[in-house]
């Protein structure tokens, strides 16, 4: 077990090196939704070091580059086909992790200039929509 984990945490530090394309290239869905979301998690370090040297315009790919890595984390899920009640294991890993980049990001806010604090706003409220998806997935009423 603690092998599998260490192997786990390797391949996601190894693609969050390579970029998006590697997280793509991943075939089971499950670890690749955990390598997009760790992918995102690398996107905001960096992104914490260009707020303090850099303007908005200079941060916005990287901002829209960490939303591109959820999307995929959520889209690879969602691929899965499986009933996220039934099997709910990479469903709230994921919601959990999305919790923390929300979090990250509302810290991330602080440091914007705040004519550009808005804009921020925007992606703080469709991480926590992707939350909320998931938990409704989770835990929601059966269809």
Do not use: H
Not at 25 to 31: D, F, I, S, V
Not at 43 to 69: G, H, M, Q, S, Y
């Amino acid at each position: 077990m603690k092998g599998l984990l260490i192997a786990l945490t390797l391949a996601c530090g190894l693609a969050a090196a390579q970029g998006l394309e590697a997280v793509k290239a991943e075939p089971n869905l499950e670890r690749r939704s955990d390598m997009a979301l760790a992918y995102a998690g690398d996107v905001l370090t960096r992104l914490r070091t260009d707020l303090e040297t850099k303007e908005w315009p200079a941060v916005a790919p990287e901002i829209e580059e960490f939303r591109a890595a959820i999307d995929l984390s959520f889209a690879a899920l969602k691929s899965t086909g499986k009933n996220a009640r039934r099997n709910p294991k990479y469903f709230k890993r994921a919601e959990l992790k999305l919790r923390e980049l929300g979090r990250r990001l509302r810290g991330l806010q602080v440091l914007l200039a705040v004519d550009d604090r808005p804009k921020m706003d925007e992606v703080i409220a469709y991480v926590d929509k992707l939350q909320d998806e998931l938990v409704e997935m989770t835990m929601g009423v059966r269809k």
